[in-house]
């Protein structure tokens, strides 16, 4: 496949991190899972520290810069606090999410329409440290014009609401959802943004969103962990990267043999 249209896979261990934290001690290791995910073929490791560290804590941070060569897309809420983790680390990328202490994960997108100023204000420095800066938002044109406005270079889409109509059996639901997300990548590419996107996609549901040719990236975790459980991380990785490529060339009209 032609580099330039190929998608990259990042692949989030903080749920490698929820197991180990169910119990305490030092197993299973996010850092060895990161070093596991590039060796299966992963583009980027992507780890989320959130303000309670319910999952990845700030040691995993330093453990996983540690061993990995590929890039780090550290996940984290627009607080003061995160702000300095990252200026400290300088992370290849940043992906700025929304974060309730309340919820099991990340629920929704980032509104960014209504705090533009200041979410415009609080990237800046990133940008300036050299990280690539993401937002990751629902496929809404509010949002995604507002992405563009502040500067962003990266919106990455929410496929959470796609992959829980495909779960539920709610089909004319699922293709209302991917077909906003279609129609959104396109806005955002239009824009100047470069595409990502990812939440909750599975084996069944990742095909469709890796055919969109605006998109340059899928982050995908929590499904690929439980998995490993089953079959391997390796094993889980490759089945998914292969599912990804193929979608690709389908898409391009390569035949697959």
Do not use: W
Not at 58 to 75: G, K, M, W
Not at 137 to 162: K, S
Not at 244 to 250: K, N
């Amino acid at each position: 496949m032609n580099s330039a249209s190929r998608l990259r896979l990042g692949i989030n261990i903080d749920h490698v991190a929820t197991v180990r934290n169910a119990r305490g001690g030092d197993t299973p290791d996010p850092a060895r899972a990161a070093k596991l995910a590039q060796a299966a073929g992963a583009d980027g490791i992507t780890a989320h520290l959130r303000e309670d560290r319910r999952h990845i804590t700030d040691s995993d941070i330093d453990a996983i810069l540690d061993v990995i060569d590929i890039p780090l897309n550290f996940e984290m809420a627009a607080t003061d606090e995160m702000q300095q983790i990252a200026l400290r680390h300088k992370p290849h990328a940043v992906c700025i999410v929304p974060e309730k202490r309340e919820e099991r994960t990340t629920e929704g997108g980032l509104e960014v329409a209504r705090e533009e100023n200041r979410i415009a204000h609080f990237i800046a420095p990133l940008r300036e440290a050299g990280c690539r800066v993401s937002i990751f938002i629902a496929a809404d044109r509010r949002q995604i014009e507002a992405a563009a406005r502040i500067g962003a270079p990266v919106v990455e889409l929410h496929t959470g609401a796609y992959c829980d109509a495909h779960a539920e059996g709610r089909f004319e639901a699922r293709d209302a959802e991917f077909a906003k997300l279609k129609e959104m990548a396109t806005l955002a590419l239009d824009l100047g943004l470069e595409v990502h996107a990812g939440h909750g996609l599975t084996y069944d549901t990742v095909k469709p969103i890796a055919a969109l040719p605006e998109v340059m990236e899928l982050n995908i975790g929590h499904f690929l962990i439980g998995e490993a459980i089953f079959s391997g991380l390796d094993s889980a990785i490759r089945r998914m990267r292969g599912l990804m490529d193929e979608a690709r060339q389908e898409a391009s009209g390569v035949t697959v043999v």
